[in-house]
C-alpha cells in the first residue's frame, strides 16, 4: 500500500470541503486497507490531541480520494507517511509528541479556527492572522514575550487591534472574470483605495505589479492577503485553481460568478455545465453570512443559491422579471431595458444611464462588458453610492492600459484591429458580435484553440470563425497541451469546412507574430482584424514595427501590462 498524494487544502475545495488533507492512495489499494489507514490515523490524531473526521471517500481513474480533515499539517503528515511504512502505533505516537513538542502555535491555531478569524501559516515559524491592513504577524519569541503564551492575553489584543479581516470580492466564471476583476480593481484605485488584486496577467498591490503570471489560484490570493497595505482585496479565481488546491481565503464579502458556459468540458473529471457550476459555486459557501452573491440569471447556477444566507443580485442583458422574488429584501435585479442599466433594490428602480454613453463597454455594442459593469457595479454598491461609481466608469476606456487583451479595439491606419483573449465558443460569438456593429467591408479572424479540449469544442471555433469571417488565419498556441504540430489547426480547418467556408480562404500560418503581420500587410480600407491571442508582448511589437514602417504613431502601452 502506497499513498500517490498528500496534498494539504485549508480553504474550500472543489467538493466544498475546507481544512483538509487529500489523499490519493495509488492503484490496486483496497478500500479494506485504506479503511485500516484512516482509522489508525484517526485513533493516533485523537491521543495527539486532534479531533479528526473522514470527509469522503470517492473514486477516480481507478483510485481512491480520501479527504480528511487535519489540524496541524507537521503532525497529520507524519502520522499518514509512517502509516504508510506501516510503522508501529506505539513508534507513531512517541515520535508524534516529540514532534508536538516543537509545535509553539497549534493552540492559537485551534483559537482562530474556533473564532472563524483569518489566519495564513506563513512557515512553520510564522503565523499571520488577519489580512492586508488588519494582520499582524505571530512568532514564537513573541508569543513568548509579548503574550506571555496566553491564548486569552493574545486574543484580547486581536479584538483591541481590530486584527481580522478586509473586504475581499472574489470573482469567478467562464468569460469575464479577468475584466470583471479589473474594472472592480481600477474603480477602487479611482476613488482612493488601496486594492490588491489577482488576476490573469499578475499580481497588482495598488497599481503596481508585484508577479506576472495567469495568477488566479491559492498562492496569488495569498500574495494579496499577505500584504499589509492593502485594504480591499480583488481575487479571480480561476476553475484549475479551485481543483487544485482550493480557495486561497477563508470567506468573502462579495462573489461574483459571471458566467456558465461551455469550456473545459472533459478537463479535470468536469462532464457538464452543471459540474463546471458546482466548482464554480464553491465561492458561493465560502461567502460570509449576509455577504452578497452577484450571479447571472442562469438554470445551472441557480440551484446552488441560497437567498436565506446571503443577498442576491441576478444580472442579464435581457429585462428580469421574478414576479415570487419581488417582496424578498434579499433580492437584487440588474438588467437592460431599453439601452438603460436598471438595478432594482430595497423596492426601488434606479435608472443608472444609456449604456450607448459608456465607452467601456464600447457605447453598447459589448454585451459582455455591460454584464462586468452590472457585476462591478453590484458589488461596490455595498460600499460606495451609485451616482460615485458610475461616473468613474463613465471615465474608463477599454484599452490597452485599463484592460489589456480584453477587448481591445485599435485603429490602424483606415482598418481596425480587435484584441481579445477568448478561447472558447461563448467568447468567440461575442467578439464576433462586436466586429460586425464596426464599420467593416471584411471581417479577417486569426484563431488558436487549447489543446486540452474535446475535438468538438475546437471545430466549433472553426464554425464560428466561419460564421462571421471573410477570411480566417490559423494559428497554434506555443503550449499545444499533449496534441501534436498542426492537429488543432486541422481540427479548426475542419470546423470552418463544415461551415461551407471556402478553403482558399483558409490560412494556416502557426506563429501568431507571422499570422498579424500577414493580416497588416494585406488589410484594407475598413476591413476588421480579429486576434484572439494571450500573448501581448509578442503581439504589440509587431503591430508597433508595422506603424512605424507606416510612418504612423506607434502604440503606448505599459510593459508591465503586456507581460503575462
Not at 108 to 118: D, Y
Not at 160 to 185: A, E, Q, Y
Not at 197 to 216: E, F, H, N, Q, R
Request: charge should be positive.
Amino acid at each position: 500500500m502506497s499513498i500517490k498524494l498528500i496534498r494539504f487544502i485549508d480553504g474550500y475545495e472543489i467538493n466544498g470541503y475546507k481544512r483538509v488533507v487529500r489523499c490519493v492512495f495509488n492503484k490496486g489499494t483496497s478500500i479494506d486497507e485504506i479503511n485500516k489507514v484512516m482509522d489508525e490515523y484517526i485513533i493516533i490524531s485523537k491521543i495527539l490531541g486532534c479531533n479528526e473526521e473522514i470527509k469522503d471517500i470517492i473514486k477516480l481513474s481507478e483510485e481512491f480520494n480520501i479527504f480528511v480533515t487535519y489540524t496541524n499539517e507537521n503532525i497529520a503528515q507524519f502520522i499518514l507517511r509512517q502509516l504508510e511504512k506501516n510503522s508501529f502505533k506505539k513508534y507513531i505516537i512517541r515520535k508524534g509528541r516529540n514532534i508536538k513538542k516543537y509545535i509553539w502555535n497549534e493552540d492559537i491555531i485551534k483559537c482562530v479556527i474556533e473564532k472563524n478569524m483569518p489566519f495564513i501559516e506563513v512557515d512553520k515559524n510564522t503565523l499571520q492572522i488577519g489580512y492586508g491592513k488588519n494582520l499582524t504577524l505571530i512568532d514564537k519569541n513573541r508569543f513568548n514575550d509579548e503574550f506571555s503564551k496566553d491564548i486569552n492575553k493574545l486574543y484580547k489584543y486581536i479584538i483591541d487591534k481590530n486584527i481580522g479581516r478586509i473586504p475581499l470580492i472574489s470573482v469567478t466564471g467562464t468569460n469575464g472574470k479577468t475584466t470583471t476583476s479589473r474594472l472592480i480593481h481600477n474603480i477602487l484605485l479611482k476613488l482612493g483605495r488601496n486594492s490588491g488584486m489577482a488576476s490573469t496577467g499578475g499580481v497588482y498591490i495598488k497599481d503596481k505589479k508585484i508577479l506576472s503570471g495567469d495568477t488566479t489560484g491559492y498562492l496569488s490570493a495569498r500574495m494579496v492577503l499577505e500584504n499589509p497595505g492593502i485594504d480591499i482585496g480583488v481575487l479571480e479565481t480561476a476553475r484549475g485553481g479551485i481543483i487544485k488546491k482550493g480557495l486561497g481565503y477563508l470567506e468573502s464579502d462579495i462573489a461574483i460568478i459571471t458566467s456558465i458556459s461551455e469550456d473545459h468540458i472533459g478537463v479535470d473529471g468536469i462532464k457538464n455545465l452543471d459540474e463546471l457550476a458546482a466548482v464554480k459555486a464553491i465561492t458561493l459557501k465560502a461567502l460570509k453570512n449576509n455577504g452578497k452573491a452577484i450571479v447571472p440569471y442562469n438554470k445551472h447556477i441557480l440551484k446552488f443559491i441560497d437567498e436565506k444566507r446571503y443577498k442576491v443580485c441576478y444580472f442579464s442583458i435581457k429585462p428580469i422579471s421574478i414576479l415570487e422574488k419581488d417582496n424578498n429584501p434579499n433580492i437584487e435585479l440588474i438588467f437592460l431595458k431599453e439601452n438603460h442599466l436598471i438595478y432594482i433594490f430595497d423596492g426601488k428602480e434606479h435608472n443608472l444611464g444609456n449604456i450607448k454613453k459608456i465607452n467601456f463597454c464600447h457605447n453598447g455594442i459589448s454585451k459582455s462588458n455591460i454584464k462586468n459593469i452590472m457585476c462591478a457595479v453590484a458589488a461596490l454598491k455595498e460600499f460606495y453610492e451609485l451616482d460615485v461609481l458610475i461616473d468613474v466608469i463613465n471615465k474608463l476606456e477599454c484599452d490597452l492600459n485599463t484592460n489589456s487583451g480584453r477587448q481591445n479595439i485599435l485603429d490602424i491606419k483606415d482598418f481596425k484591429v480587435v484584441l481579445d483573449y477568448g478561447h472558447n465558443p461563448e467568447a468567440f460569438e461575442e467578439i464576433f458580435s462586436i466586429a460586425k456593429e464596426l464599420k467593416h467591408e471584411k471581417i479577417i479572424s486569426i484563431i488558436a484553440a487549447p489543446g486540452d479540449r474535446k475535438d468538438k469544442y475546437i471545430k466549433e471555433l472553426g464554425r464560428i470563425a466561419a460564421k462571421n469571417s471573410n477570411k480566417i488565419i490559423i494559428r497554434e498556441q506555443d503550449d499545444l497541451r499533449e496534441r501534436k504540430v498542426g492537429e488543432t489547426a486541422n481540427l479548426l480547418k475542419q470546423g470552418a469546412l463544415n461551415n461551407n467556408f471556402k478553403e482558399k480562404d483558409i490560412e494556416i500560418i502557426y506563429k501568431e507574430e507571422d499570422a498579424i503581420l500577414e493580416s497588416l500587410n494585406k488589410a484594407e480600407k475598413n476591413d476588421v482584424i480579429i486576434l484572439f491571442t494571450q500573448c501581448l508582448d509578442v503581439i504589440i511589437p509587431v503591430i508597433n514595427k508595422y506603424l512605424k514602417t507606416q510612418g504612423l504613431n506607434q502604440l503606448e502601452v505599459n510593459a508591465d501590462l503586456l507581460s503575462h
